[in-house]
């Protein structure tokens, strides 16, 4: 018989990344090319013990010594989930879904043994699968060729064993990076529960609880049964979101909710984690405020051989301690380049379902629904073996299949045509995937009912910012704002041919967006942390160029944010001949503008080479921010256009730019992980460099009239020009040197902790809650 051929590896970099090329094992070792391997480590939680082999005598490295429980090379082409699945697997007979391996950091392993003939230059992606309890010996499968032994340890001996250099043991520095597996364990099950219970109360306080009750009035008897369905949608809606963030996140919101009435300690992490949608803090820079020793508990009876008397392995869903920056939209340990790499080989009409809003990619090996794994449909696109694209009407069919049946029945009920059309055709572009007609129906609504519900924002693709995430929001409209707010439309034509950028890259045409003012009643899906208070959609660039975009204003939530929230950091921040600049009026006209200079600038763009573009698509990862950023910074030029055209009163001249001041520390408060808080603090820092903001010796802040009107045209001609160019490299250069929390932010930010101002709102749906008590 043949020999099998031998394992070949990815060559890559010092830094880590793939240089294209891959050679056989053992010239890897021999050249001490960088590669890449899998260090998978099984930790019994009610022991404290971790999972030893005992390495073959036969083995090249390290024979007869006690190393990881699995480990072993990924090799050319392979993911970095599917290797460390697959060593488990043939090392231990240990078979696992992925959501059991939480990765807990990268390692670089660099060494030479075997007398100079082996080097091991090497990045390990290191995994933790965390069971209730030691697997029993019997359970174990032992690959003769690799492990002659196993046992279980408990951590303290083993990280003296290590620190003792004892030989008997595959040598790594404990006081080193790779001590990080014991100091991650030992955090992790130290005795806290009391101080880890006031860091969560602390955390929930930075959270005013605001209650909305809107009037329901001015609805007919056919539009108050339509929004019972709509409500029920919206719920729907939120289960989607949940999937969307993390593979595993609906599973660990059930578990703690089911277990939210054991103790004050349970209560308290399913009253933050409701208010985050995961097991990450938006108002700590996405910190995991959980950890995989809270998450949810499995049962898999078939993982190993069996044992008589041993129900199976229970292990807990792991989740990273790092938000994963590519949520559930891609593979788990998929990389940017593999992503590019493999997009390069796609037809054009691949590449644009692979950058598409409504699709996510996924791995053949990846845990499938099981409709996907059964068929290869119409509505599947395999391009690949490696990756391939799923459109959201099959990755999420069920949710949506629900959610379409109740829109239907809202559109039956309803007495207002264009609701019906609306509720309509986004039940039907739930099933096709195609959100063309639907969003242009929303545009065109004009009904006492306000919803918008569907796939939007791109804010949780931290990779690309591709992938859109689902959400609803649902209100009633006020008609007298409404009517207030038209003046902004129509103005959008000529804000855009004197923006300031060169004349080259403005837009010959923009529609007139049209604003909606309502009073929340209800949301749900991607509204996790701070609250929004406007909106500016859709997103699609088609219906942009097209038809331009609409605006929706949540009055209710401008008012609750600026009373709890800007007025007192405006008492603590502002100096006290410019405080009383800070009022509701230029504040809520920011806002306004702010939405609608999101329909202005450049959106499809022509690069230097002639070939047509998207702003979204050519600074992907900075888009959020910069995007943010522009509607703030050209929103105030826009305002100050107007007032200098008569069309808005000039006692806004001063009072917009101190709400804006006090509006940029509200802002920041979110985090600078977040593209609004990202975005704010660009602006500040700019502004504070050009001397139009000042700190001033007892600690507050006002603003330079006669610098401010310079430093807002400076940088909104800034980033208009990055977003014409789609400049990625100047996006990032300018995002990273101001997107800082300078010094000035920081006294700022002390100013407003110590007097305890609140970050932001937890809406209460009362009204919403009794109508769905009542359906």
Known sequence: MAAAPEERLDVLTAAGDKTGVSKPRSEVHRDGDYHRAVHVWIYSEST?????????DCKDSWPSQWDISSAGHISAGDSSLSSAQRELHEELGIKLPIDAFELLFVFLQECVINNGTYTNNEYNDVYLVTTLTPIPPEAFTLQESEVSAVRYMHLDEYKSCLAAESGEYVPYDVNGQYGQLFSIIEER???NIESRSLTLKKQISRYAPIHLEPELTTLSEGDREALGYILKASIVIDDIFYEQVWNSNRMLKDWLKARA?????DKLKWAYYSINKSPWSCLDENKAFLSTADSAVKLLTDATKPVPGWKGVEYHAAFPLDKPLGANFYPPDMNKMEFELWKSGLTDKEQKDATGFFTVIKRPDALLPSSL????????TNTSDDLFIVPYSQEYKSSLEKAAELLHKAAECSDSPSLKNLLRTKANAFLSNDYY????????LDSNIDVTIGPYETYEDGLFSYKATFEAFVGIRDDIATSQVKLFGGQLEDLEKNLPMDNIYKSDHVSAAPIRVMNLLYNSGDVKGPQTIAFNLPNDERIVNERGTSMVMLKNISEAKFKHILKPIANACIREEQKDYVDFEPYYTHIVCHECCHGIGPHSIILPSGKKSTVRMELQEFHSALEEAKADIVGLWALNFLINKGLLPKSLSKSMYVSFLAGCFRSIR??????????QALQFNWMYEKGAFILHSDGKFSIDFTKVEDAVESLSREILTIQAKGDKLAAQSLLQSRATLTQ???VALEKIEHMQVPVDIAPVFGTATKLLANN
């Open 373 to 380: 794994a059964q068929s290869e449909g119409p509505n599947q």
């Open 261 to 265: 009435d054991s103790s004050s300690f």
């Open 437 to 444: 007609e639907s969003d242009i129906a929303w545009m065109e």
């Open 744 to 746: 000035p932010l920081h």
């Open 189 to 191: 099950y130290k005795d």
């Open 48 to 56: 404290g013990e971790l999972l030893l082999q005992r390495r073959a």
């Open 670 to 679: 979110f985090g600078l992980e977040e593209a609004h808080g990202k975005g």
